[in-house]
């Protein structure tokens, strides 16, 4: 694992942006995947940014979305589908030569073929950005999930239920998630995991520190060839 420590949130942002955009330029014909949430807007803000400044050019490039809450479709307030539209690819002049965006609404198990086919016909991933959850969960690939696994549905942690309302309210109750699977993430050419928030010091420590087990989805990340923790000084202060 590589360690990039910021100061603050917004050259966390800039600097997990500016990696995505060398590895756009080194291969024009990436397939990359971000995750939704508030640790990552500000960096596909910044993605969004040097598209639209004309510095890369995604036009031959591939995405595909981490994850979704099981029936929440692209147009629900708090879905992953939402953020995807809303705050990156609606925000990008120039589009993704294809982009697939998985549907909660939909029948979840041909969403999970489906997100399969489009990354075996597209992939391996090349760059897979991640934050991590409060349980050390990558996408919805939550405590005690397989390692092998490819897309699939899983039931969400009473940790992932707690902090469900901050997205939609009280509005939604899902019970499972949609994600790809630790065997797609883990297959990326490289992960970049992103972290903010003393709140985070701990899981983080334990996902880069601590003994690799499912019971901290995010430690599996130290075995992989080309890992890149970004966080600021505050996630990182237990580090």
Same mark, same amino acid.
């Given at each position: 694992?590589?360690?990039?420590?910021?100061?603050?949130?917004?050259?966390?942002?800039?600097?997990?942006?500016?990696?995505?955009?060398?590895?756009?330029?080194?291969?024009?014909?990436?397939?990359?995947?971000?995750?939704?949430?508030?640790?990552?807007?500000?960096?596909?803000?910044?993605?969004?940014?040097?598209?639209?400044?004309?510095?890369?050019?995604?036009?031959?490039?591939?995405?595909?979305?981490?994850?979704?809450?099981?029936?929440?479709?692209?147009?629900?307030?708090?879905?992953?589908?939402?953020?995807?539209?809303?705050?990156?690819?609606?925000?990008?002049?120039?589009?993704?030569?294809?982009?697939?965006?998985?549907?909660?609404?939909?029948?979840?198990?041909?969403?999970?073929?489906?997100?399969?086919?489009?990354?075996?016909?597209?992939?391996?991933?090349?760059?897979?950005? #991640?934050?991590?959850?409060?349980?050390?969960?990558?996408?919805?690939?939550? $405590?005690? /999930? %397989?390692? +092998?696994?490819?897309?699939? @549905?899983?039931?969400?942690?009473?940790?992932?239920?707690?902090?469900?309302?901050?997205?939609?309210?009280?509005?939604?109750?899902?019970?499972?998630?949609?994600?790809?699977?630790?065997?797609?993430?883990?297959?990326?050419?490289?992960?970049? #995991?992103?972290?903010?928030?003393?709140?985070?010091?701990?899981?983080?420590? $334990?996902? /880069? %520190?601590? +003994?690799?087990?499912?019971? @901290?989805?995010?430690?599996?990340?130290?075995?992989?060839?080309?890992?890149?923790?970004?966080?600021?000084?505050?996630?990182?202060?237990?580090?």
């Amino acid at each position: 694992m590589k360690l990039i420590i910021c100061e603050n949130y917004e050259e966390m942002s800039r600097t997990a942006a500016r990696i995505a955009a060398e590895t756009l330029l080194r291969k024009p014909d990436a397939l990359l995947s971000f995750a939704g949430g508030e640790t990552p807007l500000g960096f596909v803000h910044r993605f969004a940014d040097m598209v639209n400044s004309g510095q890369i050019d995604p036009s031959r490039a591939y995405y595909v979305s981490l994850d979704e809450w099981a029936g929440l479709s692209r147009e629900d307030e708090g879905s992953c589908g939402l953020f995807n539209q809303k705050e990156l690819l609606g925000r990008m002049r120039i589009p993704f030569l294809q982009a697939h965006v998985i549907n909660g609404a939909a029948d979840i198990e041909e969403e999970c073929r489906s997100l399969d086919g489009f990354i075996a016909a597209h992939g391996p991933l090349t760059l897979s950005v #991640l934050g991590i959850g409060m349980n050390g969960h990558l996408g919805f690939n939550e $405590e005690g /999930v %397989r390692f +092998d696994l490819n897309a699939h @549905v899983i039931p969400l942690s009473e940790t992932t239920k707690r902090v469900m309302p901050k997205y939609f309210g009280e509005k939604f109750h899902p019970e499972y998630g949609i994600s790809q699977g630790i065997r797609q993430i883990m297959a990326a050419e490289t992960v970049l #995991l992103l972290a903010s928030g003393e709140h985070k010091a701990n899981i983080l420590r $334990e996902a /880069v %520190r601590g +003994d690799v087990t499912n019971q @901290v989805p995010a430690s599996i990340l130290q075995t992989h060839p080309s890992c890149v923790v970004v966080a600021d000084k505050a996630a990182a202060a237990m580090l």
